[in-house]
């Protein structure tokens, strides 16, 4: 029979969705409005530090299953990188040190039990409001909830903080295993999956907008405009912002943004005891990752910093980060800082309860993208778990699976 799956946007969903329905023996087209695949996990050739960054540092964990499987199953597994489930942190204010791991939280048995027990309160409850008083609130569960939720405490969901919690904590050995993409983000996600779709004869369209959908056809700002049959599928894997110019009844989403500075330094950065990574609180930056000669820096719910200039922000972070990193904070090397202004949703209680299913009113379109109900926040996990079940539905096939 004649049918195609047409999935419209090569984020994560729509890379996941469309391999799985090729993989499932579908024609598939995938259409992308930018240049490039990725969409928000993506990496590009930097002119100014003359080095492969990534749009922001992305942190995957064992716990996150379908992530990983999926990059098994595309070949992009082998440019990620297992390292130690070590979190170091150092307190920039006073000098503290101290390191999480799977079996040593900091917070001691009845705060951590307090905070498993957090898929359960009330509705409305905010991270703040149920451990905001707890003696390990600034060291442990303030960092983790704007790590996990890019949210802050005080507006963040208590109830999907909980589910992330018990996800890691209770998933077993490996799942507070954390994964770097040490070749890039695009390695490990984007070049594979359009090399896997290349193979299975699907075909890809870049600069290609979606503009207008209708029963009979998609049309897009290229002038194209492709005919539906009826035994064609489509699969929105697009973000809430782009879906609502398409599509009446999307509830507004507000956001949160992400900003990441990259420096190159002279040599490889190094930072004590070997770990990639380390965790920082008492100033502005909050997580500082090593990659060769670049050092990153994230801050996450940063909407606040969006209107501060990029050479005030790099200097800003880089006194924060030079000492670790055993270099001169007033010598600012070459720098690139990147606003991410819808990094994720703001994962706040009245956001996370109207986060929609994939279905639609149209028996033929189903949604997918990060932003969709899940026990994730909006996160690599989610948006790869979103693309296969929207391909599931679409197609007709409750069996696939990337394990
Ligand atoms: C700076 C930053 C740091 C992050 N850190 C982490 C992390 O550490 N760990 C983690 O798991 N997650 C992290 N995330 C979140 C993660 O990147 C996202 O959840 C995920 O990439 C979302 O994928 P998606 O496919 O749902 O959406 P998107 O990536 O937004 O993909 C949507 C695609 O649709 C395209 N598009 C839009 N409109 C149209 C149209 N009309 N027609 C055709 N195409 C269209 C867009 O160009 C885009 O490529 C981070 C995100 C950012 C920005």
């Given at each position: 029979?004649?049918?195609?799956?047409?999935?419209?946007?090569?984020?994560?969903?729509?890379?996941?969705?469309?391999?799985?329905?090729?993989?499932?023996?579908?024609?598939?087209?995938?259409?992308?409005?930018?240049?490039?695949?990725?969409?928000?996990?993506?990496?590009?050739?930097?002119?100014?530090?003359?080095?492969?960054?990534?749009?922001?540092?992305h942190?995957?964990?064992?716990?996150?299953?379908?992530?990983l499987?999926?990059?098994?199953?595309?070949?992009?597994?082998?440019?990620?990188?297992?390292?130690?489930?070590?979190?170091?942190?150092?307190?920039?204010?006073?000098?503290?040190?101290?390191?999480l791991?799977?079996?040593?939280?900091?917070s001691?048995?009845?705060?951590?039990?307090?905070a498993?027990?957090?898929?359960?309160?009330?509705?409305?409850?905010?991270?703040?409001?149920?451990?905001?008083?707890?003696?390990?609130?600034?060291?442990?569960?303030?960092?983790?909830?704007?790590?996990?939720?890019?949210?802050?405490?005080?507006?963040?969901?208590?109830?999907?903080?909980?589910?992330?919690?018990?996800?890691?904590?209770?998933?077993?050995?490996?799942a507070?295993?954390?994964?770097?993409?040490?070749?890039?983000?695009?390695?490990?996600?984007?070049?594979?999956?359009?090399?896997?779709?290349?193979?299975?004869?699907?075909?890809?369209?870049?600069?290609?907008?979606l503009?207008?959908?209708s029963?009979?056809?998609?049309?897009?700002?290229?002038?194209?405009?492709?005919?539906?049959?009826?035994?064609?599928?489509?699969?929105?894997?697009?973000?809430?912002?782009?879906?609502?110019?398409?599509l009446?009844?999307?509830?507004?989403?507000?956001?949160?943004?992400?900003?990441?500075?990259?420096?190159?330094?002279d040599?490889?950065?190094?930072?004590?005891?070997g770990?990639?990574?380390?965790?920082?609180?008492?100033?502005?930056?909050?997580?500082?990752?090593?990659?060769?000669?670049?050092?990153?820096?994230?801050?996450?719910?940063?909407?606040?910093?969006?209107?501060?200039?990029?050479?005030?922000?790099?200097?800003?972070?880089?006194?924060?980060?030079?000492?670790?990193?055993?270099?001169?904070?007033?010598?600012?090397?070459?720098?690139?800082?990147?606003?991410?202004?819808?990094?994720?949703?703001a994962?706040?209680?009245?956001?996370?309860?109207?986060?929609?299913?994939?279905?639609?009113?149209?028996?033929?379109?189903?949604?997918?993208?990060?932003?969709?109900?899940?026990?994730?926040?909006?996160?690599?996990?989610?948006?790869i778990?979103?693309?296969l079940?929207?391909?599931?539905?679409?197609?007709?096939?409750?069996?696939?699976?990337?394990?």
């Open positions: 029979m004649n049918r195609t799956l047409h999935v419209i946007g090569a984020g994560l969903a729509g890379l996941a969705c469309a391999v799985a329905g090729a993989r499932a023996g579908w024609r598939v087209a995938l259409h992308e409005a930018a240049p490039q695949a990725g969409g928000r996990c993506r990496s590009f050739r930097c002119d100014r530090l003359d080095r492969i960054i990534d749009n922001g540092t942190l995957m964990l064992g716990a996150n299953r379908h992530a499987s999926f990059a098994t199953a595309i070949g992009g597994h082998e440019t990620l990188e297992a390292v130690a489930p070590l979190f170091p942190f150092l307190d920039l204010a006073s000098g503290r040190q101290w390191t791991s799977p079996g040593k939280l900091t001691g048995v009845w705060e951590t039990a307090s498993m027990g957090l898929p359960w309160v009330r509705t409305g409850q905010t991270v703040a409001s149920r451990l905001g008083g707890k003696r390990s609130f600034a060291a442990l569960w303030q960092p983790l909830c704007e790590a996990m939720l890019n949210t802050q405490a005080d507006d963040a969901s208590a109830k999907l903080f909980g589910c992330v919690l018990r996800e890691l904590l209770m998933g077993g050995k490996t507070m295993r954390p994964f770097i993409a040490r070749g890039g983000l695009s390695a490990a996600f984007a070049a594979p999956a359009i090399a896997t779709l290349a193979s299975y004869g699907a075909q890809v369209n870049f600069r290609r907008r503009v207008v959908i029963d009979t056809a998609l049309d897009f700002d290229d002038g194209e405009a492709i005919a539906l049959s009826r035994h064609d599928r489509v699969v929105l894997a697009l973000p809430p912002w782009a879906v609502a110019g398409l009446s009844a999307v509830p507004h989403m507000p956001t949160r943004a992400i900003v990441n500075a990259h420096f190159r330094l040599q490889s950065a190094a930072l004590p005891g770990q990639r990574f380390l965790g920082l609180t008492g100033g502005l930056a909050q997580w500082l990752f090593v990659r060769d000669d670049v050092a990153s820096v994230t801050v996450s719910a940063a909407d606040r910093l969006l209107d501060t200039t990029a050479e005030d922000l790099a200097q800003a972070l880089w006194r924060d980060v030079a000492a670790p990193l055993g270099a001169d904070p007033a010598r600012l090397p070459p720098f690139r800082v990147l606003k991410e202004r819808r990094a994720t949703l994962h706040t209680p009245k956001v996370v309860e109207s986060r929609p299913g994939p279905a639609t009113k149209m028996p033929f379109l189903w949604l997918a993208g990060d932003w969709m109900a899940s026990p994730w926040p909006c996160t690599i996990e989610a948006a778990a979103s693309g079940t929207a391909a599931r539905l679409a197609i007709g096939r409750d069996d696939l699976s990337f394990a």
